[in-house]
């Protein structure tokens, strides 16, 4: 089972939120079961990958009956570790930092800011979203206190890096970075590049192939 | 060869942009010429990797000899189709959408924003990073003006496929899309989903993971 659990792909995971995201919109629609074949009607995955992608976790569906909605979001959540607010911090509050910091997105999944670092002097005590902007130097004393392991890195590429290293110091397990650079960390880090030039190089070449 | 184009996946395509980002810094040190194993050093992948990926699109590598860095650089964008300007429009000026319109990464890969649209009246006429803000309404003439087929996608949830469709009707057929809907268009338009809620998830999965 550990075995398994390990070579599950970043793709598979993908996919397990955005069943989450989608069911979780069904239940709020007083649905309480739902088959594989609806939730394929929402996603472009077939029902064999649904069922094939639950099954790694156990599934918890009936064949011909299909799934209780309310434990299904349980189970899914449980997954994924948002079965209890997260609690992450943002290091960099520049144009970026700041739509993150109000991106709604990230609550409704129990994420919850808790602190803001930024170098930039000018920004250090203002408040955004309700998060006051704190100097970087802080850091450590904030994650200990808030028990934080996952960051937002939304600095410059140049200093990416060394904000990376620094987070990892004071005890980040996983990083999500947006800043255009790949990250040299511990191999016990995890981080997850979220690079908008690529993925729009990504776009350009898929959305040119569809003409052909 | 056209079969095998079809059949290459997202996270081959996302590599190669990714190979593209590292070797334009590399050519900036004026490096002339690079190996495998460099690139996989800048990279996490292998150089068997790399020159798989590459070898989709005919290899331009010397064995012992290495790939000369200029001519790579131009085939990478090439096949990505950034090798002349890609003008794109951003329909969503919120928070994120201002964030996108400065961010620096899509214009050093060729994409230019030629046109933003809003369809809040006190955002209108508004200029961010020199593109004036224009009402929605005025989508399809500036699509066909200025020749576009890639948009980006920064508007609610709600509003989100009743835009897209507008964008689809307007000639666009790649959309980057921020709204954590999935988007139901035609087969011939291609969309490409960033959901920072998801990713948000998928880290919380893989850095429990490594904890393990």
């Known amino acids: 089972m550990r075995k ?13 939120a955005l069943y989450l995201r989608s069911i979780r919109k ?15 009607n929402h996603l472009s995955v077939t029902p064999d990958q649904f069922r094939k992608d639950l099954s790694y976790f156990g599934s918890l569906g009936k064949p011909g009956v299909g799934y209780k909605v309310e434990p ?38 129990n994420f919850r800011f808790v602190a803001a670092f930024d170098n930039d002097a000018e920004k250090i005590g203002k408040v955004i979203q309700g998060i006051k902007i704190q100097d970087i130097s802080k850091m450590r004393k904030k994650i200990l206190h808030f028990d934080v392991d996952l ?3 939304a600095v410059p590429a140049e200093s990416a890096q060394s904000v990376a290293e620094k987070l990892v110091e004071c005890g980040i397990r996983g990083i999500l970075n947006f800043a255009p650079v790949n990250l040299n960390l511990p191999q016990d880090v995890y981080v997850l590049d979220v690079d908008m030039g690529t993925e729009l190089m990504v776009l350009s070449y898929f959305s040119r192939r569809v003409l052909l």
């Not at 069904?26 to 394929?40: F, Y």
């Not at 189970?75 to 709604?104: F, M, Q």
């Open 72 to 109: 299904l979001v349980k189970h899914l959540e449980k997954i994924l570790g948002v079965d209890s607010e997260r609690r992450i911090i943002l290091v960099g509050v520049g144009k970026l930092g700041s739509a993150l910091l109000a991106y709604p997105g990230f609550l409704s999944f």
């Open 4 to 16: 398994k659990i390990e070579s599950i792909s970043q793709e598979t995971i993908r996919r397990i």
């Open 26 to 40: 069904l239940s709020r629609q007083n649905l309480t079961i739902i088959s594989s074949s609806q939730i394929s």
């Open 151 to 153: 960051a937002i890195l």
